[in-house]
């Protein structure tokens, strides 16, 4: 499957973005998606993940209550609603496609987009 994310940019601490990630080539609901970021130095880091009916969510403790993951099958697009954004929310946000209807673990991801940046100025 092929991964195209976009809505990253610059917002100001307490904003919000939505990111979108749109999915081709394979059958959307075979699939649990997630949401990863990797800040600059930093290695990559899990931050949400969906089954591939959108019934059971995982996020990462620093983002519960404030990111929100959801998908629309009839779109094959997956989405991360960013609200409360803080500046330590600042890396390339990926998402990614896992060969399970639903993990957490980066090693359960075998298709990646393209990244798209999130920039959160103090």
């Known amino acids: 499957v092929q991964l195209q994310a976009s809505g990253g940019g610059l917002v100001q601490a307490g904003g919000s973005l939505r990111l979108s990630c749109v999915a081709s080539?394979?059958?959307?609901?075979?699939?649990?998606m997630g949401w990863f970021r990797q800040a600059p130095g930093k290695e990559r880091e899990f931050v949400a993940a969906i089954s591939w009916s959108g019934g059971s969510t995982y996020y990462r403790d620093s983002v519960k209550g404030r990111f929100t993951i959801s998908r629309d099958n009839a779109k094959n697009t997956v989405y991360l609603q960013m609200n409360s954004l803080k500046p330590e929310d600042t890396a390339v946000y990926y998402c990614?496609?896992?060969?399970?209807?639903?993990?957490?673990?980066?090693?359960?991801?075998?298709?990646w987009g393209q990244g798209t940046l999130v920039t959160v100025s103090s």
């Open positions: 080539g394979r059958t959307f609901t075979r699939y649990g």
């Open positions: 990614a496609a896992a060969g399970a209807l639903i993990a957490t673990t980066e090693g359960d991801f075998g298709s």
